[in-house]
């Protein structure tokens, strides 16, 4: 039927409503590309099955994608005169059940994600139905919170393939009135005032494109519909076309009718097939309902649109590559001026735009220009579809008004990190696009905003990358994708990106030097300036981006071969020994304990972590976050295992073996003198590493005994005082002198220590609390976490009454809770501001906390304590806080509420972090943070004086066992390199052979659970709770390693490398 | 008569005709900016960037070679940017392919050369590709040594615009560019090339030339094709 009057626009409309709203159920499937990849075809197919052998007249209809691509297949489910419910995750086994629901007038609601009333198109409204409030409506959950759809506004709930659809729902109505009431001027006017810029990247103004272009008199005036979308990670356009390919139409003819055009031209990339399909039959559709080709709608204007299908190549996104493409020639650029707008297809005035802004078009003759400018800011108006992708929970389309902060689509929408990591960045824009850096996560998504970043929005690809993600690894893919794209016209982007990608090739490998980072920021401005085209200007965008926000993974890979992210596969052997700030090596031990050479496991053990029973017991193991095995059931206890080989070697007559060989082990004496100041484990660390390369260690200790925090703050349930002890035994028998009662400042000075030794390392931690800053934190009765741990670790605990809270969510507030218990507090409550999964305590303490009776309370702040006359506590006032804005952690800050919580108590203990004393350290002259934490060069730990390197807390700020061990020796290899010249650390970590065969299957069985007390037989002593392996499960946990290690081997079973 | 224009080169105040290249107006009032792909005669392509200038006002460098001048612009053909961009192009191009002038048969007459040494280029800081082209001697008269081409098609425009004869393209892209003749066949067995020796004369280096030549031997006579064309727009 030729559609020439708004009534017979009207008719179908209605005809069509009818049928939709108000006679029978109605079943649509999201069969976008998306849905179809995750099963929605069988879904779709099973539902017709069902229908059918159930006799139910019902409609059932394939949708386009609604947007939450983590949670498809998408199914919508109306039955009349109810609300309109999205299941998600639909599985041909759900069908019988949402069946039968059906057929019994009842919506299905087990698998409903959210409900939808009534439902603003934009250019008509829907009202479902009211009712079953138990489902949350679709923008109260956080997916779609703050969200707002207008190019999207028909996506995933009318079928893409029925132009009825369309107009039911107000389509083609803009057009009408396009066509009959204002002139091309006109529309071009309102336009302008919707301020509405290209969604392709750039964000020229559309209204100048086309004006441009009306006053350019041809005979043939071409409008093209750029589709050709190439960014990795990016799928907007695809989503748009086969969600709602005829509000892309309608766009392009009212662009044409305001611009005098006669001929259309969509660029559509031939690797979208289901796109392709629909926008013909779009096409085919709208041919035959007389919206495309002579006299549209009953007037003079005519216009058609041809679909081209695109080869695939990137640089055809560049309108004059596009337009040679589209001419028959090799996509290859020109340069501009001319412009388009004067001279592109054939010669002939052309306008291209975006599918995205497009598909704006008829929303602003719709709505008016200056409801479109009252979305997002002033000089980015409307909204931008993002796909948000990488590493976040919630993945999929996301429609915001621009200028919503990016936070909110990264920790809001997209729910942060799924494996509980830290985000590092967001990639926007894709190839020509640049990386943000969490610390920037405040900026509003605008034009302006990601360009003053040095990112630009581009067509709204959005990568979130988390610790995991080597930025100097993001460079180079993005860098390797533009090389490969270049079209070769022009020589800054064919040999220059070349060029660029052969040094970060480079710098991956660990094969350059810092000179390549100058080539490389030599390079990249020119490529930006020089190139001919738009591909080449942007390339070298990531590159540019992550030498300014990241430059010390680019340093971390060049000056300590280092990738931390553990990406760059040739810098390290396995993901637990990267991850291990000591870089023990893991998998090697493993094997040595599994060949039952426990000696050789000792020796090895000891040589990378001089403290491996303590860390064994209260280290953080980051290597379990990385462990492969944890991909197929759980991951490698490594901890438990260096543990058992240390306390094993212990308890035997092998420790002097083990000493014997270490002695070996141990370099000549060089006749060079070192300090060590501060027995903490990175002092203690560096002294190890400087003793076995033959220096002469001495180290100067404040108080009466060695192990700092792990001797004073550590309670002795969680590490032993004689394990610490026999630790630094064995150091001690190495050589390393220490002196007691020697304070910095006070005695000691540094001056001195410079005239009788060639160097001298500061390691002496951050002992100084930061306040909570509340009122009554002075009394006698509260005290401070270190105070009070150091106390009970002299031997003089504080009586704690009955009742004890806990301020804090660190290790330091669970230690001194469960030390508040084994002192007989009768209830302790730990309390935090923020919520459980924002603490900063090992998981694990926490939960033997509670097991032990302590009470963890969240969302309380501390605002006052409260004590009697006699100074005594009483108690003390909380704030109740709730989650406000997220800070640059992710996680949200607490925001203080008008009300009070009271809780009486005897003893409160404020555990609201450490950090270090500044005074001893300005006095010696050494250059100080405004943390209060040393400022030293990070590669090698050299402070501002000239012999005088720091390590550990003092550098750091508060960090934990495993990290502040590995500032120590770090330091211990610069100072060896400087005082040697040459670089010899890894000559001391003496290599072993052993079998090198990754197991075929996973061997080992289940993750082995070390024994412990029960919380009974705990909680009134202090009797160490976690007691280890025992051999059995040593060599059982450690068959269970993968051996990631082993990088070749021939694929016959039980063959060796 | 078209209508003249007033511009600003490097500070000088220039007249100049509507429809002239930036790079047109400063060849004529001596003002020198390197070029490489673009030959006198031949349509622009402001693909090697050597000739880019900054212009006031305009955010972005352009070629002179395809810019049109207007009314009250103002040029700069030399700054210390300019100098160094251009000088890393000519280093990455001589980093390409294998350009060694002590055995080619242009040494002395090779526009690339020339380049270097009024750019200053004594040394190139990125390492060398060192391709393995095969050389293709299949022709009869001519001789081509991918190895030394860089890519400024100024004979494949030679081959179509004054020609006519279609037989030079470029296949691939990137990096992995390449100057084919035809469907990629030897030369030698080209049914389109007229053996007119065009191609042979518009290139600027050592890549086409005449069989036969020993090391500094081979010159081109200059202007050749511009005279053509020129004469061939007189006789329209």
């Known amino acids: 039927m030729i559609i020439r009057d708004l009534d017979t626009l009207n008719d179908i409309r209605q005809t069509r409503l009818n049928r939709l709203l108000r006679s029978r159920p109605r079943i649509g499937v999201g069969m976008g590309t998306c849905g179809v990849g995750n099963g929605a075809q069988t879904v779709y197919d099973a539902l017709a099955e069902a229908l059918v052998e159930k006799g139910l007249d019902a409609d059932l209809e394939p949708v386009g994608c609604f947007g939450f691509c983590a949670v498809e297949p998408l199914v919508n489910v109306y039955l009349p005169g109810r609300p309109l419910v999205i299941l998600a995750e639909v599985t041909p086994e759900d069908v019988p059940h949402i069946v039968d629901e059906i057929a019994d007038g009842r919506v299905p609601t087990t698998k409903a994600l959210c409900r939808i009333e009534e439902w603003d198109h934009l250019t008509g409204e829907v009202r479902f139905g009211r009712g079953l409030s138990e489902i949350p409506l679709w923008n109260e959950i956080p997916f779609f919170q703050g969200q707002q759809k207008i190019v999207l506004r028909n996506c995933g709930l009318i079928n893409p393939e029925r132009l009825d659809d369309y107009i039911a729902v107000g389509g083609y109505f803009p057009l009408y009135q396009a066509l009959h009431k204002p002139g091309g001027d006109q529309i071009i006017e309102e336009i302008n005032k919707a301020n509405l810029r290209g969604r392709g990247g750039a964000g020229y103004p559309t209204g100048v494109k086309w004006n441009l272009m009306r006053k350019a008199k041809a005979d043939t005036k071409y409008m093209i519909c750029n589709a050709d979308e190439g960014d990795p990670g990016a799928y907007m356009n695809r989503n748009e076309i086969e969600s709602d390919p005829h509000m892309l139409l309608e766009g392009m003819l009212i662009g044409a009718y305001a611009t005098e055009s006669n001929k259309g031209i969509v660029y559509l990339r031939a690797e979208y097939p289901l796109a392709v399909q629909r926008l013909e039959k779009a096409v085919q559709d709208a041919r035959e309902a007389g919206l495309l080709g002579e006299r549209i709608l009953g007037t003079s204007f005519s216009f058609d649109v041809e679909l081209v299908e695109g080869a695939g190549a990137f640089v055809c996104g560049e309108e004059t590559s596009m337009i040679a493409s589209l001419e028959g020639r090799a996509g290859r650029p020109r340069p501009r001026p001319p412009f388009p707008a004067q001279s592109g297809l054939w010669g002939y005035p052309t306008n291209i735009n975006n599918v995205e802004t497009w598909c704006n078009v008829p929303v602003i003759v719709s709505r008016g220009g200056a409801w479109f400018a009252g979305v997002g800011t002033p000089n980015s108006t409307g909204t931008k579809v993002f796909s948000l992708v990488g590493k976040v929970k919630n993945t999929g389309l996301v429609e915001m008004p621009l200028g919503a902060p990016l936070k909110n689509i990264v920790y809001g929408i997209g729910g942060g990190s799924p494996a509980a990591k830290r985000i590092k960045a967001v990639q926007t824009g894709g190839p020509s696009g640049g990386c943000i850096p969490a610390k920037h996560f405040d900026t509003s998504v605008d ?93 070298p965008n990531p590159v540019l981006t992550t030498l300014r926000y990241f430059r010390e993974e680019y340093e971390e890979h060049i000056r300590a071969r280092r990738c931390y992210a553990g990406v760059c596969e040739k810098l390290y052997l396995s993901p637990c020994e990267n991850s291990c700030p000591l870089n023990m090596r893991i998998p090697a031990f493993l094997e040595l304990l599994k060949e039952d050479r426990l000696e050789d496991a000792a020796e090895m053990v000891w040589l990378d972590n001089p403290l491996p029973a303590s860390t064994g017991r209260i280290c953080q193991h980051p290597c379990e976050s990385q462990c492969r095995r944890g991909d197929e059931d759980a991951p490698v206890n490594m901890r438990e295992v260096h543990r058992y080989i240390a306390d094993t070697v212990f308890d035997g007559p092998l420790m002097e073996r083990v000493r014997a060989r270490l002695l070996e082990d141990r370099f000549e004496a060089t006749g060079k003198r070192v300090a060590v100041i501060g027995a903490g484990p990175s002092g203690l660390s560096a002294a190890f590493y400087l003793a076995m390369l033959g220096h002469e260690v001495i180290v100067y200790e404040e108080r009466d005994e060695p192990g700092g925090m792990l001797r004073y703050c550590l309670p002795e349930y969680r590490l032993p005082k004689d394990v610490l002890r026999a630790e630094i035994d064995v150091l001690e028998s190495l050589g390393i002198r220490f002196e007691y009662g020697q304070t910095l400042g006070a005695g000691l000075s540094l001056d001195s220590l410079e005239q009788d030794c060639d160097t001298v390392f500061l390691a002496t931690g951050t002992w100084n609390e930061t306040r909570a800053g509340c009122t009554g934190e002075d009394a006698p009765d509260v005290w401070h976490a270190i105070t009070f741990l150091e106390q009970v670790a002299l031997g003089a605990p504080p009586s704690v009454g009955e009742r004890v809270v806990v301020v804090g969510g660190g290790n330091a507030a669970v230690d001194s809770a469960r030390t508040a218990v084994r002192l ?161 650390l890894d000559r001391v970590l003496k290599v072993f052979t052993y079998e090198n065969r990754v197991p075929l299957e996973p061997e080992g069985g289940d993750r082995q659970v070390a024994r412990h007390r029960a919380p009974d037989d705990r909680k009134n002593n202090f009797e160490e709770v976690m007691l280890g392996y025992g051999a059995e499960a040593a060599i059982l946990e450690s068959r269970r390693c993968l051996r990631c290690d082993v990088k070749e081997q021939c694929a016959v079973k039980g063959g060796t490398s | 008569m078209s209508n ?149 098609t100024r004979c494949m425009r030679a081959c179509e615009e004054v020609e006519g004869a279609r037989t030079w393209n470029v296949r691939g892209r990137g990096i992995r560019s390449f100057m084919i003749t035809d469907l990629n066949q030897d030369w030698g067995d080209s049914p389109t090339c007229t053996t007119c020796g065009k191609c042979v004369e518009a290139c600027p280096t050592g890549a086409l030339a005449v069989k036969g030549r020993a090391t500094g031997e081979m010159k081109r006579k200059k202007n050749v094709l511009s005279q053509l064309s020129s004469m061939r727009d007189r006789g329209r």
């Open chain 1, 447 to 539: 034009y302006e905003s990601l360009g003053a970043l040095g990112a630009i929005m581009g067509s709204g690809g959005m990568v979130v990358m988390d610790e995991d993600n080597c930025m100097v690894d993001v460079a180079r893919y993005f860098l390797e994708f533009t090389h490969s794209e270049s079209c070769g016209k022009c020589i800054p982007c064919r040999v220059g990106l070349d060029e660029a990608v052969r040094i970060l090739r480079k710098i991956c490998d660990g094969e350059a030097d810092m000179a390549d980072v100058d080539k490389l920021e030599e390079l990249a401005p020119m490529i930006r300036d020089a190139s001919l085209c738009g591909l080449g200007q942007t390339a």
């Open chain 2, 4 to 152: 003249e224009i007033n511009i600003t080169i490097n500070g000088r105040e220039l007249k100049a005709r509507e429809q002239q290249t930036i790079l047109g107006v400063a060849r004529s009032n001596d003002i020198y900016i390197p070029t490489l792909c673009f030959l006198k005669g031949l349509s622009g392509v402001g693909a090697c960037r050597l000739c880019l200038v900054e212009i006031e006002g305009v955010p972005r460098l352009l070629p002179a070679c395809v810019t049109k001048v207007t009314e009250g612009m103002v040029v700069t053909t030399e700054s210390p940017k300019l100098k160094e961009y251009r000088r890393m192009i000519l280093e990455l191009l001589l980093a390409e392919r294998n350009h060694v002038c002590a055995f080619c048969v242009v040494s002395g007459n090779c526009e690339l050369q020339d380049l270097a040494q009024q750019l200053g280029v004594t040394y190139v800081r990125y390492p060398y590709r060192f391709p393995k082209y095969k050389v293709d001697a299949t022709h009869d008269r001519f001789l081509y040594d991918p190895n030394r081409c860089v890519l400024c």
């Open chain 1, 824 to 984: 007989g507090a009768k209830s302790v409550t730990i309390v935090y501001r923020r919520e459980r999964s924002d603490m900063p305590a090992i998981a694990e303490e926490v939960y033997d906390a509670e097991a032990e009776g302590v009470e963890v309370r969240f969302f309380l702040s501390p605002q006052r304590v409260v004590t009697d006359n006699d100074g005594h506590v009483k108690g003390i006032e909380l704030r109740k806080t709730v989650p406000g804005e997220f800070d640059a952690s992710g996680r949200r800050t607490p925001v203080s509420t008008d009300e009070i919580l009271k809780l009486p108590c005897d003893l409160v203990i404020m555990a609201v972090g450490e950090k270090p004393d500044p005074d001893p350290l300005r006095r010696a002259g050494i250059h100080v943070r405004d943390n209060y934490t040393a400022k030293v060069d990070w590669m090698t730990y050299k402070t501002n004086r000239p012999r005088v390197h720091a390590g550990g807390d003092l550098v750091t700020g508060a960090s934990n066992v495993s990290a502040t061990m590995a500032t120590g020796k770090a330091a211990a290899r610069a100072i060896d390199r400087i005082l040697m010249g040459e670089d010899r």
